[in-house]
């Protein structure tokens, strides 16, 4: 989960860029965990 009051855009970028970076090392997947019930994660 993403701290609350951080910015939903700087942090879904953030994201992206992590993702990238695995991608870049070889990773062939990633798994992101729904949390739509928190109130707080940007991927519902």
């Given at each position: 989960m993403h701290k609350t009051g951080v910015n939903p855009?700087?942090?879904l970028h953030r994201?992206?860029?992590?993702?990238?970076h695995l991608?870049?090392?070889?990773?062939?997947?990633?798994?992101?965990?729904?949390?739509?019930s928190a109130g707080s994660e940007l991927i519902a």
């Open positions: 855009t700087l942090a994201d992206l860029q992590l993702l990238e991608d870049k090392l070889g990773y062939h997947e990633a798994w992101i965990g729904e949390h739509h």
